[in-house]
Nanobody, 123 residues
């Protein structure tokens, strides 16, 4: 079974930066995309960024556009998807998860969720 392992979260002050990593044990043989999601305490999980299989297409939620950047790892880290988060705000505080999604236009999560990584933005 495909496994997802997120890391890189932590406590950061407003305006700070973090880079999250998502290691995928294997990619599906069919077409797919990868999404980063977040779930603030007592709220629903939401999609914040996604990237196509090739890495050529990305998309972001309006709330993070211009501050977050999703990317795929290089050849040495080809199973890793990154989420660079800059100019963090208190409202970015949440548990962050990655998942394989059906496509860029259909961001339905396909796999069981991993443990996630907690991001806390606070002064």
């Amino acid at each position: 079974q495909l496994q997802l392992v997120e890391s890189g979260g932590g406590l950061v002050q407003p305006g700070g930066s973090l880079r999250l990593s998502c290691v995928v044990s294997r990619f599906p043989s069919k077409n797919y995309a990868i999404g980063w999601f977040r779930q603030p305490a007592e709220k629903d999980r939401e999609l914040v960024a996604l990237i196509s299989r090739s890495g050529s297409i990305t998309n972001y939620a309006d709330s993070v556009k211009g501050r977050f950047s999703i990317s795929r790892g290089d050849a040495k880290n080809k199973n890793t998807i990154y989420l660079q988060m800059d100019n963090l705000k208190t409202e970015d505080t949440a548990a962050y998860y990655c998942n394989v999604i059906e496509s860029i236009t259909q961001p339905t999560p396909l796999e069981p969720w991993g443990q996630g990584t907690q991001v806390i933005v606070s002064s």
